[in-house]
C-alpha cells in the first residue's frame, strides 16, 4: 500500500499483509482534508434513536433534523461518525443483555458521535450551537488524546 510504505515493504518480506480496515469492514483512510480538524463530541436524546445511515443522521422515530443539519453546515462540519468503532447493532445488542443481567436500563451508547470540523472553527459557538438544539443531550469539544507512556513531559 503507498501510504505506508516502509511498513508494506517490512511486511511484504515476511509475507505479512498490512490491515487497513476498520472492525466494521470500512478501509481506514485519512485525508489531507482532515488533518488538523478540531472535534466535538455529541451525545443525542436517547429517545429519539439518532444513528448515522449513509452518511446521513437520521431519528428512528421520525424526528426532524433540520436544526442538527443547519448548525453542521453553518459551521462546515466535514464529517460526523458514531464515538465508538462498534456498528449500532452490536451496542444494541450489548445493551439489551445489559438490561436483561441488570434489570436496569442501559445507554444508549449508539447516540454518541464525534464531529470534525476545520481547524478555524470557533468551538465556543459551535458548541453552544449544538448544546442549545433539542435533540442534543451533550456537546462539548473532545479531550486531547494523552501522551503514550514513557513521554518526556512538554
Known amino acids: 500500500m503507498r501510504a505506508f510504505p516502509i ?4 511486511a511484504a518480506c515476511v509475507g505479512v499483509t ?19 480538524a478540531r472535534i466535538v463530541e455529541v451525545k443525542f436524546r436517547e429517545e429519539l434513536e439518532i444513528r448515522l ?10 424526528a426532524s433534523l433540520d436544526g442538527v443539519r443547519a448548525v453542521l453546515d453553518g459551521h462546515r462540519a466535514m464529517e460526523i461518525r458514531p464515538l465508538l468503532a462498534v456498528p ?34 470557533d468551538l465556543d459557538s459551535f458548541v453552544a ?9 451533550h456537546a462539548y469539544p473532545a479531550p486531547s488524546a494523552a501522551p503514550p507512556p514513557g513521554s518526556p513531559p512538554r
Open 7 to 10: 511498513v508494506a515493504g517490512i
Open 53 to 62: 445511515e449513509a452518511g446521513q443522521l437520521r431519528s428512528r422515530r421520525g
Open 88 to 121: 449500532a447493532e452490536r451496542l444494541e445488542a450489548l445493551a439489551r443483555d445489559a438490561e436483561a443481567r441488570s434489570g436496569e436500563p442501559a445507554p444508549d451508547l449508539a447516540s454518541w458521535y464525534q464531529v470534525l470540523v476545520p481547524p478555524d472553527t
Open 129 to 137: 450551537e449544538l448544546a442549545a438544539l433539542p435533540e442534543v443531550k
Open 18 to 36: 498490512p490491515d487497513t480496515r476498520l472492525p466494521d469492514g470500512a478501509e481506514a483512510v485519512v485525508t489531507q482534508a482532515l488533518r488538523g
